[in-house]
T-cell receptor, first 113, second 113 residues
Framework: GNSVTQMEGPVTLSEEAFLTINCTYT??????LFWYVQYPGEGLQLLLK?????DKGSNKGFEATYRKETTSFHLEKGSVQVSDSAVYFC????????????FGAGTQVVVTP | DTAVSQTPKYLVTQMGNDKSIKCEQN?????MYWYKQDSKKFLKIMFS???????INETVPNRFSPKSPDKAHLNLHINSLELGDSAVYFC????????????FGPGTRLTVL
């Protein structure tokens, strides 16, 4: 089956620290990979995506590279801000699945001043 | 303007009651979804509609019945509410052919007492 595994939170770090959230996947097909972010009290927002191997998605200082050989899509940011405090979801989507995302369990990130 | 809106934002009710959650999108999208997020933040798709036609119907108790009166609306009706139905329910929408980019509503927190 298809699944996404991401590191458990909460991840607590200080402002300007380096953030990494690990994400690995298993898929029966060739998926597109995504990171969604959920700020407190809000719905999910697309943060970045990659549709094929070695693609790098980037947005708002966040980056993730689609690594087919390690079936991974780790999220990184070089210098976090308090406003980055949120829950981050890794997800995969298979072609022709009509938007049926498979989400990871989410990783809460808490950034302190 | 709110792109995807849900009402109510909070819903507290007794076991055995019937309740509805409404969702509206003003993005002109063709496809709408319902997701359930449990207390551990795990997010799972429940239903998907495209042009008022049911596309995805995950293993959801038949107490849950989605209804799409038109492309801009997808309501969720829940009969005989149970304690385990307590969760945050998110509505989302996307363009057909762009199901990889879904826009989420702010969520409805349902508490069953």
């Amino acid at each position: 089956g298809n699944s996404v595994t991401q590191m458990e939170g909460p991840v607590t770090l200080s402002e300007e620290a380096f953030l990494t959230i690990n994400c690995t996947y298993t898929a029966t097909g060739y998926p597109s990979l995504f990171w969604y972010v959920q700020y407190p009290g809000e719905g999910l927002q697309l943060l970045l995506k990659a549709t094929k191997a070695d693609d790098k998605g980037s947005n708002k200082g966040f980056e993730a590279t689609y690594r087919k050989e390690t079936t991974s899509f780790h999220l990184e940011k070089g210098s976090v801000q308090v406003s980055d405090s949120a829950v981050y979801f890794c997800a995969l989507l298979l072609t022709d699945s009509w938007g049926k995302f498979q989400f990871g369990a989410g990783t809460q990130v808490v950034v302190t001043p | 303007d709110t792109a995807v809106s849900q009402t109510p934002k909070y819903l507290v009710t007794q076991m055995g009651n019937d309740k509805s959650i409404k969702c509206e999108q003003n993005l002109g999208h063709d496809t709408m979804y319902w997701y359930k997020q449990d207390s551990k933040k795990f997010l799972k798709i429940m239903f998907s509609y495209n042009n008022k036609e049911l596309i995805i119907n995950e293993t959801v108790p038949n107490r849950f019945s989605p209804k799409s009166p038109d492309k801009a609306h997808l309501n969720l009706h829940i009969n005989s509410l149970e304690l385990g139905d307590s969760a945050v329910y998110f509505c989302a929408s996307s363009q057909v052919g762009r199901t990889d980019t879904q826009y989420f509503g702010p969520g409805t927190r349902l508490t069953v007492l």
